[in-house]
């Protein structure tokens, strides 16, 4: 199995005790970076797999492969954590491996464990309250939507299929004993509640 684990801004007293938890108890850990490896280094060594910041497409599918090759084998063996800054599904390294490894190796499991990202943390440090909708943006084309306190999620899926959104996830009460996950639009119910989310792609 293969985890990706969140290590949060770069403070080693902002990783979360799953985090922690998980990097003890992996077989293998690798890592993206030097400061990656100094979060991890209390808890796990670390390998230091190379992902340069280049834009030749060749090379870089070559190096992700070469990656996904080596990441594959051991987690085959058993459980693998693949530590990096921030958290591993927002424009991170691992969203990238993941990929590789879903296309080339499917039978091997892969999971995350959320860290802080560099949203909430800025938020922290700089004393900024966001208290309505905003958006984060890194250039590219806005290609997901997260509707947040989702009461009415098949409403907001009617407006959100009007704006080019066609894939859809319903989740509530996110790691609670009542979670729920829906990945089907047709068995998305007509309520939800202050703690429920739809999730759209485009």
Known sequence: MLIGVGLGPG?????????????KNS??????????????APYADAEILEFP????????????????DLVA???RKGTVAFGLIGDPNF??????????????YPDVETATV??????????????????????????????????????K?????????AEG????IFAERLFSDNELIISKKEDIPEKGNYFSIIYGKK
């Open 91 to 104: 424009f991170s390294t691992f969203s990238h491996l993941k990929k590789v490894m879903n296309r080339y």
């Open 165 to 168: 959104y066609r894939e859809f």
């Open 27 to 40: 077989d293998k850990v690798y890592v993206p970076g030097r400061l990656a490896k100094d979060l991890v």
């Open 114 to 151: 959320p860290g802080i990202s560099s949203i909430t943390s800025f938020a922290a440090r700089t004393d900024v309250a966001v208290e309505s909708s905003f958006e984060v943006s890194d250039g590219s084309e806005v290609g997901y939507k997260i509707h947040l306190k989702a009461t």
């Open 53 to 68: 910041m280049i834009r030749d497409i060749e090379v870089l599918n070559a190096l992700w492969k070469e990656n996904a």
């Open 73 to 75: 084998e051991e987690s």
């Open 11 to 23: 403070d080693p007293q902002l990783l979360t005790l799953k985090a922690v938890d998980v990097l």
């Open 153 to 161: 999620p098949r409403k907001i899926i009617e407006q959100l299929e």
